[in-house]
């Protein structure tokens, strides 16, 4: 899942939230308690649309995350497990994936599942250039050979098939007649554990339990999703028992709700990672000395500590430790003096920083102030820009920003780390990052079959690119999510997708 | 001041301006209240001007591991999420408050009064047209209509300053258009008018310092309204930008911490409100001092009670 956190919500939706939250408490108390079981989740924002394939907003997903299944899905550690499909073979030139669909499988609408609905799912993501499609970059056909078997043949070898099409919900199997109708946007159809019962923009979502699902049936009757933004409402109203479920936590709160006996607080490390990128198109920003000696200027631990307050695990690069694919890398302390004669040997004088952050991620906003202080003694005078969420992105797209602060969130592949972002004319590459070696490493990476093989590969690039200081990583956060302790079997994960299948209220 | 009343000389003569300036200020600091405003607000502009020079840190020197700390000799205010003194904050965000605040209504006077001028001396269409376009922005809600204007022009300290100058614009309109009608009917602008006096001279000479004293009652009190303004814009990310500070923003960066640093939000919400409520006390001192009428009976209630007493 490569978006970045879709928070554009103004002081407006704060308002709407903190009225819902009063709303949300009425049905509440007016729900007929005769063994009905409904969890109810604040999440920290509205999604744009239920169309699993077309959002790129979070909201969406953990909404999404428990309607719509993918054909393999990933466990607690990350690791590919079967879905839809039940197992797969792999040909020996490892060019043609073959798939074992999970029989008996329907549509929350009662309509059967089968291979028809998997060709169709993955050939709209790539005829429609869906955002997605980047994943299938390789794949070059996806037929039906019967209703239970599908085949997906690559050009190349590709040895993140797996978690390209099973990493998150934007690769979600969907109902040709649902997405035909358009209806899908509103009122999605999926195979997962819960039904979309009702939608009502800027209020709520309801979703039912699909008693046909194919894992077991739920054991709680449905899910209302609200939507608080503003924080300090949501732990209101968790602690007042008006809801049993929030993300919608500010860190600095996190404290104030360990020591609450009647909310369990669950915190993991995260996928995600923070990092600042110089534009690279830009002069002095050009010289790989100026970029190195900002990265020994900043201070990661203050950063972390102010962004994320303590939540936070500070990295050089963007794999968390606790992954397979985590590199140790260490090369930057914080040390003025070096970051002194790097710009001296650069031959750069004292110079002024556009840096661009978001209004919508106030972390960014707090660091920058502190990066500011920070890179002051070397003579760069920091300015910073202030955008919401929308422009930040239209001026980061168009090259207007000397150096800039950010996050991705749940990528699973290092792939998904590194590719688009570092490869030469990569997509979110807005850096303007080029390096023929870590091009080479990176597109060895895409086929190389051999697991060991392919973690040296990508230890390999992702240290050049620290060294080149094409990202300057800061630190990877935490998932913080808090919750009643009536839910039980609910997890915490590190690719923040939210998923209530399992869980029991009371 | 004579104790006859003002009309009988009006009649013959030119009639002075309301009140020398030394003459109000006398009357001003002569009320408790008004006085004790006139006080905050000359050491709100020494702060404001010396702020750089007497703030005990640096406006923007964080210190991560002393954030959040609370108020302490060393810190009489407290430290932020990022370890800046709170003190030395709110002193800078003195400057940035009155400099928005005096730049905004700076244009609000100029242009609302020649505005008012023109439409309430020259009257007919000229007229219509103007108050039609000022009823018009009296229609938005002032904070409404500010950011409106800060979502056109992006927001930043200049279009905080101009988007509160746009809005008070039309009040001083109203107010100036409201007294030059009233005086343009005076004799002495009456025997200007017949003596072919230009136009501009009956303005400048004659009107305008007649009815300066509503327009300088209004100018204290729309101070008051507009660091209001800004603080709500900045609160809203709309108006001064980080790591500038101001008063309205460290509120909002407060947000968060309330529940854990009350220091936070409880020093510039004070100084916010203990600089509107200045500038409002020196507002009603102003009006008292310089309304005739109302000075007038100022005098009576005065000379009563000292009859009362004797």
């Known amino acids: ?116 609905d998997v060709v169709y799912s993955y050939d709209r993501i790539i005829d429609d250039k869906l955002a997605n499609s980047w994943r299938f ?52 159809i999926g195979t997962g554990p819960f039904a979309l019962a009702s939608y009502t923009p800027g209020d709520s979502i309801e979703l039912t339990a699909n008693p046909h699902y194919w894992g077991g049936a739920p054991k709680i009757d449905g899910i209302d999703y609200t939507f608080v933004s503003e924080g300090s409402t949501a732990i209101a109203a968790l602690k007042a028992g008006e809801i049993d479920w929030t993300d919608s936590i500010p860190a600095q709160q996190l404290d104030s709700l360990k020591s609450d006996d009647s909310l369990t607080v669950g915190t993991t490390p995260s996928n995600d990672y923070w990092y600042l990128a110089m534009n690279e198109k830009r002069a002095p920003y050009d010289d790989v000395r100026v970029r190195q000696a900002i990265a020994y200027a900043v201070d990661r631990d203050a950063i972390a500590q102010v962004a994320a307050y303590g939540t936070a695990t500070v990295n050089e690069l963007a794999i968390p430790k606790g992954s397979a694919w985590y590199t140790k890398y260490d090369t930057y302390s914080t040390d003025i003096d070096k970051a002194r004669s790097l710009l001296a040997a650069a031959g750069v004088g004292p110079f002024t920083m556009d840096l661009l952050v978001s209004s919508d991620y106030p972390e960014t906003v707090s660091a920058a102030q502190l990066i500011a ?8 005078t920091v300015k910073i820009r202030t955008l919401d969420f929308a422009s930040w992105l239209d001026e980061q797209d168009s090259g207007h920003f000397d150096m800039l ?53 990508y230890a390999q690039a992702a240290t050049i690119i620290a ?8 630190y990877n956060p935490s998932v913080i999510q808090a919750y009643s302790t009536k839910l039980s079997g609910y997890v915490v994960r590190g690719d923040r997708a939210v998923r209530f299948r399992d869980v029991s209220l009371g | 001041m004579s104790e006859l009343p003002s009309a009988a000389i009006d009649e013959r003569m030119p009639r002075p301006a309301p009140g020398t300036g030394r003459g109000v200020i006398r009357l001003l600091v002569r009320t408790p209240l008004s006085a004790a405003g006139l006080a905050v607000l000359l050491a709100l502009v020494l702060v404001a001007a010396l702020g750089p020079v007497i703030a005990p840190y640096g406006v923007n020197a964080t210190d991560v591991l002393g954030a959040l700390r609370p108020p302490s000799p060393a810190h009489w205010f407290g430290t932020d999420d990022l370890g800046r003194d709170i003190l030395s904050r709110v002193m800078l965000a003195a400057r940035v408050s009155l400099q928005v605040a005096v730049v905004s209504v700076a244009f609000a006077l100029v242009v609302g009064t020649a505005v008012g001028l023109i439409s309430g001396y020259l009257g007919g269409w000229v007229d219509t047209v103007l108050m039609r376009a000022v009823d018009v922005m009296f229609a938005f809600p002032v ?61 400048v000479r004659h009107i305008l310092p007649n009815i300066s004293g509503p327009i300088i009652v209004q100018t204290s009190l729309s101070l008051a309204f ?65 309304d005739p009428r109302h000075r007038t009976r100022m005098g009576r209630t005065a000379r009563s009670g000292s009859r009362g007493s004797r």
């Not at chain 1, 202080?373 to 760069?380: K, M, N, S, T, V």
């Not at chain 2, 603080?231 to 960066?253: H, I, T």
Request: some cysteine; overall charge negative; proline content about 6%.
């Open chain 1, 137 to 188: 970059s390789t794949v070059t056909d996806v037929t039906a050979v019967d209703d239970s078997t599908v085949t997906i043949t690559v050009s190349a070898p590709t040895p993140n098939l797996l978690s390209s099409i099973g990493g998150f919900k934007g690769m979600a199997i969907v109902e040709k007649a649902n997405v035909e109708s358009g209806d899908i946007a509103t009122k999605p």
């Open chain 1, 405 to 457: 602060m950010m996050g991705w969130l749940g990528n699973i592949d290092p792939d998904d780390f590194y590719y688009s972002q570092h490869h030469t004319g990569g997509g979110s590459n807005a850096q303007g990052y080029s390096n023929p070696e870590v091009d080479k490493l990176l597109d060895a990476g895409r086929t190389e079959t051999d697991v060991d093989a392919r973690k040296k590969i």
């Open chain 1, 467 to 474: 060294d080149d200081v094409s990202y300057l990583y800061l």
């Open chain 2, 143 to 203: 904070l409404l209509l500010a950011l409106a204007i800060v979502a056109i022009l992006g927001p930043g300290l200049t279009t905080a300053m101009l988007a509160i100058g746009v809005v008070y614009t039309p009040i001083f309109a109203r107010v100036t258009r409201a007294s030059t009608l009233s005086v343009t009917e005076e004799p002495y602008v009456k025997a200007s008018q017949a003596m072919g006096t230009r136009r501009s001279r009956i303005l």
């Open chain 1, 1 to 116: 899942m490569k978006h970045r956190l879709p928070l554009a919500v103004g002081a407006l939706a704060t308002a709407l939230a903190l009225a819902l939250t009063g709303c949300s408490a009425g049905t509440g108390v007016d729900v007929p308690s005769g063994g009905h079981t409904i969890l109810r989740a604040a999440i920290a924002g509205e999604p744009d649309q239920l169309d699993p394939q077309k959002t790129s907003s979070y909201f969406s997903f953990e909404v999404l995350e428990n309607v719509f299944d993918t054909l393999v899905e990933p466990d607690e550690n990350l690791e590919m497990q079967p879905a839809l499909a039940t197992s797969w073979d792999l040909s020996d030139d490892q060019l043609v994936w073959t798939f074992h669909l999970r029989s008996g499988v329907t549509f929350q609408d009662g309509t059967p599942f089968t291979a028809a």
């Open chain 2, 226 to 290: 507009a660091i209001l303004s800004e603080a709500a814009l900045s609160f809203l990310g709309l108006g001064v930008q980080p790591p500038q500070p101001s008063w309205g923003r460290m509120l909002f960066d407060a947000q968060g911490f309330l529940g854990s640093a009350w220091w936070m939000s409880v020093f510039p919400g004070a100084a916010i409100f203990v600089t509107v409520l200045a500038f409002n006390l020196v507002g009603d001192g102003l009006r008292d001092a310089l």
């Open chain 1, 373 to 380: 202080d920070e890179l002051q003694p070397l003579g760069i």
